[in-house]
C-alpha cells in the first residue's frame, strides 16, 4: 500500500555531512508522520526526528542543532540533513511512515562515521 525507499548513506569522517532521502509511493493519506530511526549494533531502535503533515517537527536530543529533517510534499520525499556527524550517529537509518493505524517502513541505509 505504501512503498518507502531511502537512499543517501555511505562513509563519513567525523564532522563530514550526508543527506538522506526517503521516497514515498502508494496510499498516502492526508494526514501522516513521517520521520526517521535509526539502530546501531546492538541497541535498539531510535527514533531520530519527525515531521508531520502539519508541518510539526522533533528531534532527538542527541541531533539537535546537528540535523535537520525537511519533506517536499510535491515529490513525497523526506530528507534528512546531517551535519557535524559523529561515531555514535553510525547505525542503518530508517525511513518511517504512520498514518491511521498502520506504520511503514523502508528498507534502510547505513550511515558509518570513521576515521
Known amino acids: 500500500q505504501v512503498q518507502l525507499v531511502e537512499s543517501g548513506g555511505g562513509l563519513v569522517q567525523p564532522g563530514g555531512s550526508l543527506r538522506l532521502s526517503c521516497a514515498a509511493s502508494?496510499?498516502?493519506?492526508?494526514?501522516?508522520?513521517m520521520g526517521w530511526y535509526r539502530q546501531a549494533p546492538g541497541k535498539q531502535r531510535e527514533l531520530v526526528a519527525t515531521?508531520?503533515?502539519?508541518?510539526?517537527?522533533n528531534y532527538a536530543d542527541s541531533v539537535k542543532g546537528r540535523f535537520t529533517v525537511s519533506r517536499d510534499s510535491v515529490k513525497k520525499t523526506v530528507y534528512l540533513q546531517m551535519n557535524s556527524l559523529k561515531p555514535e550517529d553510525t547505525a542503518v537509518y530508517y525511513c518511517?511512515?504512520?498514518?491511521?493505524?498502520?506504520?511503514?517502513w523502508g528498507q534502510g541505509t547505513q550511515v558509518t562515521v570513521s576515521s
Open positions: 518511517n511512515l504512520q498514518q491511521a493505524i498502520l506504520a511503514y
Open positions: 502508494g496510499s498516502i493519506l492526508r494526514i501522516h508522520v
Open positions: 515531521i508531520s503533515s502539519d508541518g510539526r517537527i
